[in-house]
Structure formats: structure tokens, C-alpha cells
């Protein structure tokens, strides 16, 4: 197990910003986590010891400066976290567009003495900023020469440093695997989707013939991009999607009703995104296509157009934790930088924050669009990254349909294995889909390894699996059981189901009984096939992989309930929280959930506390309550501490804090497994299924010796898991060394490098290493799988 990490003491932070001051400003469009990138900015900026300044409506505030250009406090972006848009305004702004404009900005800039912009938008807004650098010493020199700002002033403010961060819903910048706002428009649609599918059971039948017939047609944004629409459509088993990477073949028209009239379900969904177009540019709408299906077809049609419901609403813990994390590498990376250091954008590269330059970054966006003009859509798709072509090609293998007419005279076996978690039946149903398009034949086993020993296994078809991307927990059954009694029972049942794959979707459980099933080879031949194993668990605690399916959708839950514990005290008088959460051993949960609602202590296994750091934070917290602070909030990992249980740490706050607060405490228990899963774990659970089943396709040719498939090689077993940026087949003998078996958690673990990060924006004074942060890369990495919502 890796060593236990110091708890938190207060000691002098950094004092890298002292004497220098940064100015904060949203612009372009606004977007759900910006706030919590302009929090984690001030915060930061304040604890290296640097001046900070809002800049409030965006690029004009910068020109008209007076009461737009203010100074920020630590209270002043408290409760900051679970607010959409962006409270410090954002505008578009004509006159920055003009030298005298930059001029301007640059006279208020130099009389406060800010010499380090952070700009949070789009493409645009960071070009912006980007030529304001480039000509910075010439507006100075102007400056000077009409008496607007002194020689002296001109010479302390000699250089700008400037640093973006990507706040856009449409996920439309090339170099970053996300940008800020993305996964909570997705958000947004998917409930709207699911909304749409709910009422759609239901037909009219005295509408007409084809009542029983239903299409709903739902426009998403995307004037350029069609990432929201094509995930939109992953998401949810969209019959058709458009988008402007990608437009239809000639005649679409006639292939899209002849798709719609071969479905065997009355439900119909189509996506399409807000700029898609056909071959000759000619745009493609919502209402042209609800007017084509109900005319030629006579379905009852609805078109929904979203518009700016996708902007709005409380930001997803993804993007809480996405725009904290860009806000401590932009600080980090104006305070480094140099006057000879180009103007930079920091993005996310698989788990890390990485920074880029800016204008590259800019270039390979426009060429996606020159790409797009000039009907290059291959190159397009090419340059959106490589996740957004994963995503495009899921896509196309899902939406048949019906099944090919080939035959593989293969078997392949899906069982879910330990709790049920969301996203476990997203995984399922890409696996069958993507198998039968294999020519595969496919096999369900319910209720897990129990089941299979039991002989619970039956075909499972392409119609069968249609809808389950949007259930919560396992529509299969799944049990905690493990192979290791039943093994003869289950080699009996391999055999006579004919499988000749597995597919094994689960946590920890459904991982030892891989480990279980192999070592079985040695006894049992039957057990010599490919086997390959799907994380999915809330607790994240599966060796192998960074993320497991259904950890978003339980982290999502946490979040939005500490929201709400949070609100409940609004108006009174100052309380505290203490809140349990799930992960047995595992303190990704409360780790990361604690960074999205901004908690002022996490405590975890992983990191070693005594009770010389509970007084440290019990007393830490005092002092805060004292001041401005009005809710205070602690998450517990229920096994953090067999004796500092969740009803010793509420007595202990509730008894130090007498006078100053009072407490509340909260066991969220299994709530955290239910509920419909997010966005990135439909999506997820889609690729992964997906992936999991071309790989056993390729294993059963390798093994395929003599009329039978025969595997007993270490990489015929593995598990298939998420590792930095790249989905990674790793054999599940390798990973027994890297496995604390008696707390079933890695030993080691990605996430704990974020705790700093939380314990700074709850102010605590620690060392932040800036040694771990990204240096600036100058090669653009294409996007990929890692960390997208898909």
C-alpha cells in the first residue's frame, strides 16, 4: 500500500506572487464552471501572496475600467462553487477590437499595477488577449507619449503575461480533451432526452395510422462542432445524428425514412446540431427534418430546439473540478512565466493540466474549420481529435438497424459482477450490439458468477439491449459471489452454453474472480478462453484503470446533495456539515467530491489523520466561522478510521464549535448507486463495451488452434481500463502486484495529487510543489478518450 500522506498543518505557503497582481475576466459566451476556474484563480493568487482583481463584464470592463476592475477577496468567492454562468459578467465587447480600445485597457491595467491577465472564453476572446500581449509595449509607448501613464509606470509594467483557460459548451478548441462547461451541457440534454423518452411511452392512437410511431427531433448547439449533438446521440442510442464534421451522403432524405420505417421500436430519436448542413452547405434544421418524417411516413413528430437551457443550471462536479484545476495551473503559470514566455492556454491532457500555446492551439481549431469549408470532412473529423473520431466510429458500429448477415459461430458471454452501479448497462448493451455486428452470437448470465454456475444464461438480441443506455443498475442482475466454490460448476456450464468469451463487468469482486477464473486453467480447460474485465463500481477502486463506470454518476449524486445540505442552512446561523460518504477503503469519492462542493476537509484512508489534525482542522475551521464564513462542510470516507467514526468526528465539531457553529451530520449511503447515469458514463460504458468486445474478437482469431479456441497466456486475460490517455488492455497477473488486496484499493492512486488542491481553496497553509505542474508543451496533443464525458 502506498504511504500515508501528511495531513495538512498550517505553515507558511509560497510567497512566489508577492508584489505581483493578477487580473481575472470571462468572456464570449458563458459557460457552467467558470465559476469555480475564477474561485480557485482568486484563491490561488491570494495564497502565493499576489494581489488579484476581478475584471467584471468581460473585455469591455477592461476598457471602461473604474468599478469593473475590483479587488478580490478570499470571502468575496465563497458559495461560488454551484452557481451556473458567471457572476463577474461576461460581454462581447466591439471596442476592444480596436487599438484605441486595447489602449484603453492597457492605461487601467498599468494604473493598478497588473501586469498578469487570466482569461476564461472562447477561442476568440483568447486570441483577444493574445494580440493585446503582442502589443503591449507599443500601447505603453503610446501611452506615455499622450501623457496617460508616467515613464515609471510604463517601465514596472513593462511586459503582460497572459494565460487562458477554455470556457465553451461546445467542446469546439482543439488541444484540450475538455473544455469548461461541456460535460454540464450534456448534462442539461440528457435530462431533456430522457424527459423526451419517458412521455414517448405513451402514443396517441386516434392521431393517425402510424400514431404508434413516434419521432422526436432534438436540436442541440453546435454552430461549428457537433461534439455535443454526436455524444448526445452515443448517450442515448439516437436512431440518426447530424453533424457539421460529418454531412449526410446525397439523398439522405430517402435513407433516413427508410431507416425510421425498417426500426421495430414506435420510439424514433434524432439529433441534430444547431450548425449542421449537407454536402453543399446548405444548413439541415429541425423543422425541415420533423416536416420530411411526418409527411413521407405520417409519424407523429416533435422537434425540440433547446437553445439556451444547455447553458444554464448548476455546473456537473466534472466541471467544478475541470475549472479548479485550470485555475491552480493559470496561476501557477502566470507567476512562472517570463517576458520571453508566449501566452499560453491551460488544458486538460488525460488527468493532467498541461499548458499549450495559446496560438497553436487557435491555429488547429481554424484549420478543423478551413477542413469543413473546403469539404475535407475526413480531415475535419481527423482534427477534432482523436476521441471525437472514436466517437464518430462507436457511433456508426451501433447504429445499424439491424445486424449484419454474418456468423462467426463464436459465443461470447457478458455477466455483471459485485454492486450495481449506473452505466453497467450502457456497457452491456454496446457489448451485445458491437458482437452481433461481429457475427458473434451473444449470451447473457444474470445474477453474476452465481448464475453462471447455476446455468442462468440465455441468448440476449440486438432489440433486447434497445433503451438500456439510459437505466441505472444492472438490468443483467449481479451478485458479490466469486468462482472460486462454483469453479467446476461454472468450467460444467462454460461448456455446455458453448462460450468461448467473457465479458466481466464489475468492481473489485468481479476483478479477484478474474484473477480466480485464471488461476482455475490450471485445473479446468474449460476456463482457458479470452477473458477481459469492464471496471464499473462507484467506489473507483479497481486496479488498472484511472476511472471506473459509475463513479461520475455517484460523484454527480454527492455533490448535488452537499448542494443541497449546503442551501438548507441559508438564513440561519452558522452551521457545519459532516457527510459520509461511500468507496469502503477507496477515498477517490471523498476526495474529488470534496474539491466539486468545496469542503473544508476530506478524510480518507489513503492519507493517515490523527487526532492532533482533527484539532488542527477543528480549530482551522473556528477561526474561518468566526469571520465571514457561514457553512462549513467535512466529508468522512466510511473506512477512513475504524475509530474515528463519522459520530466521533460530529461530536468533536459539535462540541469545539460551541458558541461558533453548530453541527448537522448526513450518512448518504446507497443513494450513491442509484439514479440514471451521467453523460460520461453512458458514454463510457459505451466505448468500453465496445472496445472490450473488438478485443476479444481479435484474441478468439489468436487463440483459434486445431477447430477450438484455446487461450492460457497472461494476456488472454485482462482488464480493460483508462490510463491517462489511453483505454489500456492490461493482464490481470500483472496487476496482482500493484493491488492492496486487504483494502481492496490500488497502491497507487492518481487522484490523491488533488488533494493539495482542496485543502489550499479551503485555505489551508500548505506547500504547494509546483515542481508536479506542467511545463508549457509546444507539440499540440490531438484529444483523446481520457476524461471525456462521452
Not at 495564497?47 to 469591455?60: D, L, M, R, S
Not at 462542432?225 to 436512431?239: E, I, P, Q, R, S
Request: charged share 20%.
Amino acid at each position: 500500500m502506498q504511504q500515508p500522506q501528511p495531513d495538512p498543518t498550517p505553515v507558511e505557503p509560497t510567497k512566489m506572487g508577492v508584489g505581483r497582481a493578477i487580473a481575472v475576466l470571462t468572456s464570449g459566451g458563458d459557460a457552467q464552471g467558470m465559476n469555480a476556474a475564477v474561485r480557485a484563480t482568486v484563491r490561488v493568487g491570494l495564497y502565493t501572496g499576489a494581489k488579484v482583481f476581478f475584471v467584471h463584464e468581460g473585455y469591455q470592463g477592461l476598457v471602461d475600467g473604474g468599478d469593473n476592475i475590483r479587488p478580490a477577496t478570499w470571502e468575496s468567492v465563497s458559495m461560488m462553487l454551484q452557481l451556473g454562468g458567471t457572476v463577474i459578467g461576461s460581454a462581447r465587447c466591439q471596442e476592444f477590437r480596436t487599438k484605441e480600445g486595447r489602449a484603453k485597457a492597457a492605461c487601467n491595467l498599468v494604473k493598478l499595477g497588473i501586469t498578469n491577465l487570466c482569461v476564461i472564453g472562447g477561442d476568440g476572446s483568447l486570441t483577444g488577449a493574445n494580440q493585446f500581449r503582442n502589443e503591449w509595449s507599443e500601447l505603453l509607448a503610446e501611452l506615455v507619449h499622450a501623457g496617460k501613464i508616467t515613464s515609471d509606470e510604463a517601465k514596472k509594467s513593462s511586459h503582460l503575461n497572459i494565460v487562458g483557460m477554455v470556457g465553451s459548451i461546445d467542446n469546439d478548441f482543439c488541444g484540450t480533451d475538455m473544455t469548461i462547461g461541456t460535460d454540464s451541457a450534456l448534462h442539461r440534454i440528457m435530462e431533456v432526452v430522457d424527459a423526451i423518452t419517458t412521455t414517448a411511452q405513451s402514443p396517441f392512437p386516434h392521431l393517425c395510422a402510424n400514431s404508434h410511431q413516434r419521432t422526436f427531433i432534438l436540436e442541440v448547439m453546435g454552430r461549428h462542432c457537433g461534439y455535443l449533438a454526436l455524444v448526445t446521440a452515443l448517450a442515448c442510442g439516437a436512431d440518426w445524428v447530424f453533424i457539421p464534421e460529418m454531412p449526410p451522403e446525397e439523398k439522405w432524405e430517402d435513407h433516413l425514412c427508410r431507416r425510421l420505417t425498417r426500426r421495430s421500436s414506435r420510439l424514433n430519436v434524432i439529433i441534430v446540431a444547431e450548425g449542421a448542413m449537407d454536402k453543399n452547405g446548405k444548413p439541415i434544421t429541425s423543422n425541415q427534418i420533423k416536416h420530411l418524417v411526418s409527411e413521407r411516413l405520417g409519424y407523429d413528430t416533435r422537434a425540440t430546439v433547446l437553445g439556451h437551457v444547455q447553458r444554464g443550471g448548476t455546473p456537473s462536479a466534472f466541471d467544478r473540478i475541470l475549472g479548479s484545476r485550470m485555475g491552480v495551473e493559470a496561476v501557477m503559470a502566470l507567476l512562472e512565466a517570463t517576458p520571453d514566455t508566449p501566452a499560453c492556454v491551460v488544458s486538460l491532457s488525460g488527468n493532467t493540466a498541461v499548458r499549450l500555446p495559446l496560438m497553436e492551439c487557435v491555429q488547429v481549431t481554424k484549420d478543423v474549420s478551413k477542413a469543413m469549408a473546403e469539404g475535407r470532412y475526413e480531415d475535419a473529423v481527423k482534427l477534432r481529435g482523436k476521441s471525437f473520431e472514436n466517437n464518430w466510429n462507436t457511433y456508426k458500429l451501433l447504429a445499424h438497424m439491424h445486424p449484419p448477415d454474418v456468423k462467426s459461430n463464436v459465443s461470447v458471454a457478458i455477466l455483471n459482477v459485485g454492486a450495481p452501479c449506473a452505466g453497467m448497462n450502457a456497457a452491456v448493451r454496446s457489448a451485445v450490439r458491437i458482437g452481433i455486428t461481429q457475427g458473434h452470437h451473444m449470451l447473457a448470465v444474470h445474477d453474476g458468477f452465481e448464475g453462471l454456475a447455476q446455468g442462468l444464461v440465455k441468448p440476449i438480441t440486438w432489440t433486447e439491449v434497445g433503451g438500456w443506455t439510459g437505466k441505472g443498475g444492472s438490468m443483467l442482475g449481479t451478485k458479490r459471489t466469486l468462482p472460486a466454490k462454483v469453479m467446476e460448476e461454472i468450467s460444467l456450464n462454460i461448456a455446455k452454453f458453448n462460450i468461448h468469451g467473457l465479458i466481466i463487468i464489475g468492481g473489485f469482486e468481479a476483478f479477484v474472480g478474474g484473477l480466480e477464473l485464471l488461476a482455475g486453467r490450471q485445473k479446468y480447460e474449460e476456463l482457458c478462453i479470452p477473458i477481459v474485465m469492464i471496471p464499473a463500481t462507484v467506489s473507483n477502486n479497481v486496479p488498472g484503470s484511472d476511472f471506473s463506470i459509475g463513479a461520475d454518476t455517484a460523484l454527480n449524486t454527492i455533490t448535488s446533495t452537499c448542494d443541497r445540505i449546503k442551501q438548507s442552512a441559508a438564513g440561519t446561523k452558522r452551521r457545519v456539515f459532516i457527510i459520509e460518504t461511500m468507496g469502503g477503503y477507496c477515498g477517490y469519492l471523498a476526495t474529488v467530491a470534496g474539491l466539486a462542493s468545496g469542503a473544508d476537509a476530506a478524510y480518507i484512508f489513503e492519507e493517515h489523520f490523527n487526532i492532533h489534525d482533527l484539532k488542527v482542522n477543528v480549530e482551522h475551521l473556528v477561526e474561518k466561522m468566526k469571520t465571514t464564513v457561514k457553512r462549513g462542510l467535512i466529508l468522512r470516507n466510511e473506512k477512513c478510521n475504524p475509530n474515528y467514526t463519522t459520530d466521533f468526528i460530529f461530536s468533536l465539531y459539535s462540541e469545539e464549535g460551541k458558541g461558533v457553529f453548530d453541527c448537522r451530520k448526513n450518512v448518504l449511503g446507497h443513494m450513491q448507486q442509484g439514479g440514471t447515469p451521467t453523460p460520461f458514463d453512458r458514454n463510457f460504458g459505451t466505448k468500453m463495451g465496445a472496445k472490450a468486445v473488438l478485443w476479444l474478437t481479435d484474441k478468439l482469431k489468436e487463440c483459434y488452434r486445431h477447430g477450438r479456441i484455446f487461450a492460457n497466456t497472461p494476456g488472454s486475460a485482462c482488464v480493460l481500463g483508462m490510463r491517462k490517455r489511453t483505454l489500456m488492455f492490461q493482464p490481470l497477473d500483472e496487476l496482482r502486484d500493484q493491488t492492496d488486496f486487504e483494502h481492496r484499493i490500488p497502491k497507487t492512486e492518481w487522484w490523491l495529487k488533488l488533494r493539495p488542491i482542496m485543502k489550499i481553496l479551503a485555505k489551508y497553509k500548505i506547500n504547494l510543489d509546483t515542481s508536479e505542474h506542467a511545463h508549457m508543451e509546444h507539440v499540440i496533443q490531438k484529444r483523446s478518450p481520457v476524461l471525456m464525458p462521452v
